[in-house]
């Protein structure tokens, strides 16, 4: 499949301080966790998760959201991977506009993507 991040993708983890540890680059177990959050919001749960990342070529890339949001960095571009049958069908769900990653919301996740 080839996915193309048309706006930032942003894929973060909250610590246990509190902080927000944004991820610049697109890794498996990232794409991974923000599809199963994608799949708990739409109750939808029919085999497991699996990504195998094969290529990609992508920026970083950050964006000023007004209000208590403020900066949130992400990345754009394009990958090549390798997805099981509940992956791709959840890609393909953000493809249509759920969007992928967090701060969806904000108009933020915008994907494309191709068999």
């Known amino acids: 499949m080839q996915v193309r991040a ?18 610049p680059l697109p890794t498996a177990d990232a794409l991974v966790h923000s599809l199963c959050g994608l799949a708990r919001k739409i109750r939808w749960d029919h085999g497991p998760v699996e990504i195998d990342l094969l290529r ?7 964006v000023c959201l007004r209000g208590k949001a403020g900066r949130v960095g992400g990345w754009v571009g394009e990958m090549d991977l390798r997805a099981s049958a509940s992956a791709a069908w959840l890609l393909e769900a953000a493809g249509r506009g759920l ?10 996740g915008r994907i494309h993507v191709q068999a």
């Open 99 to 108: 969007g992928l990653g967090s701060r969806t919301s904000y108009g933020l």
């Open 56 to 62: 990609y070529q992508v920026r970083s890339s950050a």
């Open 6 to 23: 048309v706006t930032p993708v942003s894929v973060a983890r909250t610590g246990r301080d509190g902080r927000r540890d944004e991820r």
